[in-house]
């Protein structure tokens, strides 16, 4: 296929140009009544493209043409069997995938440092979790990669499971060797289904071999992409990929059908043509942006580690990474994660991704330009240079001890079992041993800290209690978002 096309750019292009009495929605009609509040800023051009399905524009729930061929496009370049557009995010993937996969009652493998769009999947498909926990990098306090040994180890206790979803690459750019979990799942009649949220443009590096090649490269039966955060699409839009090992197929044949489940009818067309595009560029330039990418980080990685009091996560042969995530702390001066990404804001309008104890996270794309790394770097030499000798340390969040990662609390009822159970409020003080009720995850990252369902064990509690004592943000908490309460089950 010609990679050189924008099929769904030039359809909505074609219709605009027809200049069509337009009675369907959207009712704004090719821009004319979109608030001029919003157009003296933003320019009018762009709402012209926010139509409909018309003889043009083709049907995302039934493609037949330009958004098929835009599907097709994408689909030979990443080398799927079958690749769909997503306008609700990876969230609505990972719903999909779980949904098509596991149904009422099954065992489902799942990463415990998945992003909670997965309890949400796992709310509506009714499957039972089964827990794989990923390695702790002890020296920087995170989460690293799932284990092989460990997906093996779980799958001889639990021989029915019926996929196994990971997180691949982590939020902090931590890969786990997909190939080997992937023959490991295949062998046990077990689905690979990868969350490649943050790792869309892993394929273009050319230079990539084993675990760092990209989900489908190594062995995934699905994935989702969150084409929004590094490659170039607007907010929302993601993409899914099919692509079959012979495995269990009559799961994959399911998932059109529940991406209805879980999309709107009325998908954005604007959404849809930004994914087309962002395609087209990655297929034309992807290995130039990859490198530019990869090529900023790397400098900044380096020169940040020159810098007192600051260290930055390097790969190692236990830990393989994506180069253009630049993960560093300050730990050196004593200084938080939190509170690092505190003073880049406050004092240096430095906006990073997010932070946790220890670290940061700065997300490199392609359309960084050295001026921002630059800016990223100097604001750490500031740092030090004010830091390092004085006699009070930074004094919001110094670190203190490490995080520690709650072990596995134990699981009551399935999170759909506990979704639709009756609940009572409690004081969130008193929760230990309670059934939580509810999910309770910081976000960034959106990880949860307890699934529904599941005992809130002491560790679990003091985990919470850590972010919520700092004020950080904590999606399940209650309306006025400070955890005072808690919804607990019995
Ligand atoms: C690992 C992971 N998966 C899924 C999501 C949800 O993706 P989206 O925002 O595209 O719905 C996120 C969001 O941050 C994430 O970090």
Redesign the pocket.
């Known amino acids: 296929m010609n990679q050189q096309t924008t099929p769904l750019l030039d359809a909505v292009e074609r219709l605009i140009h027809t200049n069509p009495a337009y009675f369907r929605i959207p009712g704004h009609r090719l821009d004319r009544g979109i608030s001029s509040r919003l157009t003296d800023r933003t320019g009018s051009r762009i709402f012209a493209y926010d139509v409909t399905e018309t003889p043009f524009t083709d049907d995302l729930h039934a493609p037949e043409g330009a958004i098929r061929e835009a599907q097709e496009l994408l689909r030979d370049l990443y080398g799927a069997d079958e690749s769909f557009f997503l306008v ?5 993937g ?1 719903e999909a995938m779980i949904l098509s996969t596991a149904f009422e009652g099954q065992e489902i493998m799942i990463a415990r440092n ?2 909670k ?1 997965a309890m949400m999947g796992l709310v509506l498909s009714g499957a039972k979790p089964v827990y794989v926990t990923p390695a702790v990098i002890d020296a920087w306090g995170i989460q690293g990669a799932v284990e092989p040994c460990a997906v093996r180890a779980l799958f001889r206790e639990h021989p029915k499971c019926t996929a196994l979803l990971l ?1 691949h690459p ?2 902090y750019g931590i890969c786990s060797k997909l190939q080997e979990i992937a023959d490991i799942c295949h062998e046990n009649n077990a689905l690979l289904l990868v ?1 490649e ?2 790792g869309g443009h892993l394929y273009f590096d050319k230079t990539l071999s084993g675990e760092r090649r990209g989900a489908l490269a190594c062995g995934a039966d699905l994935c989702v992409q ?1 084409m ?2 590094v490659t170039g699409a607007l907010t ?1 839009s ?1 993409v899914l990929h099919i692509k079959s090992h012979g495995v269990r197929e009559e799961a994959l044949l399911r998932v059109a059908q529940n991406l209805h489940l879980v999309q709107s009818t009325s998908p954005s067309y604007l959404l849809m043509i930004s994914l087309d595009c962002a395609r087209y560029e990655l297929a034309m330039h992807g290995e130039q942006m990859y490198e530019k990418a990869a090529a900023l980080a790397e400098d900044a990685r380096r020169r940040i580690n020159r810098i007192e009091g600051f260290a930055c996560l390097e790969e190692t042969a236990q830990t393989a990474l994506d180069r253009t995530k630049l993960v560093f702390s300050a730990r050196g001066l004593g200084i938080s994660g939190f509170a690092l990404d505190a003073l880049f804001l406050e004092r240096f309008n430095v906006h990073v991704e997010l932070s946790d104890h220890e670290n940061v996270l700065a997300v490199v794309t392609y359309a960084n330009v050295q001026e921002d790394l630059d800016r990223l770097v100097d604001a750490c030499a500031a740092i030090s240079d004010t830091y390092r000798n004085a006699e009070e340390k930074y004094d919001t969040c110094v670190i203190k001890d490490r995080v520690c990662f709650p072990k596995l609390p134990e699981q009551v009822l399935t999170p759909r079992q506990a979704y639709f159970a009756p609940k009572r409020e409690i004081a969130w003080e008193d929760a230990v041993g309670a059934v939580s009720g509810q999910l309770i995850a910081p976000y ?3 990880i949860p800290a307890l699934y529904a369902g599941e005992v809130v064990s002491r560790e679990a509690w003091e985990y919470i209690e850590d972010f919520r004592k700092r004020g950080r943000h904590i999606h399940g908490a209650d309306k006025d978002g400070q955890l005072r309460t808690i919804k607990v089950i019995g």
Do not use: F, I, L, M
Not at 88 to 92: A, F, I, Q, S
């Open positions: 609700n995010g990876t969230t609505c990972n998945a992003h769009s997180v982590t939020y969350d949220a943050h969150s929004h955060k929302q993601s960034p990252p959106g």
